[in-house]
């Protein structure tokens, strides 16, 4: 099974989903991650948290989600669409689900604020994909009714 993580930047959010994902993602799951308007790095903050949790940055890029091989059997978007954020289109045959979260490089303050908001955004993240990876039909490669899928987006919201 294959899952694409996307945002509009692909530098913070859609980064840590897929490197997340791919940590935790047992033998036959993989995930990619791409944006609209990829910024074209990384935001450093994201690889910061990434790091102090022991997952590997290597080979992280902000790229174009029209780069990436497909097909994919599940696109979840992770833009905020409540704070008005533009998500993809996605012209995709995959279904799609929304887990929509503020965007933590938008937050203004000083690092320690900043960084909270990286680690609150990681530890959502850890959350639904922890879920996602809990379904049976998931362990068994098939992905769940899309109900199932969308209620994940709900997890951690209010944190």
């Known amino acids: 099974m294959k899952v694409l993580f996307l945002c509009t930047g692909n530098s913070c959010r859609s980064i840590m989903?897929?490197?997340l994902f791919n940590h935790l993602a047992p033998e036959g799951l993989h995930a990619e991650s791409g944006?609209?308007?990829p910024k074209g790095s990384v935001n450093p903050r994201a690889l910061t948290v990434l790091s102090e949790e022991g997952i590997s940055v290597r080979g992280l890029s902000s790229k174009s989600w029209n780069l990436l091989a497909g097909p994919f059997d599940l696109v979840v978007t992770l833009c905020d669409s409540a704070a008005g954020e533009a998500?993809?289109?996605v012209f995709s045959k995959a279904p799609r689900v929304h887990?929509?979260?503020p965007d933590p490089d938008a937050v203004r303050g000083g690092d320690r604020v900043i960084m909270e908001a990286f680690?609150?955004?990681f530890r959502i993240l850890e959350k639904r994909i922890v879920a996602f990876l809990g379904i049976p039909e998931v362990r068994?490669?098939?992905?769940p009714p899309l109900p199932d899928l969308r209620a994940i987006g709900h997890i951690g919201r209010g944190e």
């Open 87 to 89: 998500c993809p289109l």
């Open 17 to 19: 989903a897929e490197a």
């Open 35 to 37: 944006g609209s308007q």
């Open 99 to 101: 887990w929509g979260l």
């Open 140 to 143: 068994e490669g098939r992905l």
């Open 119 to 121: 680690r609150r955004t």
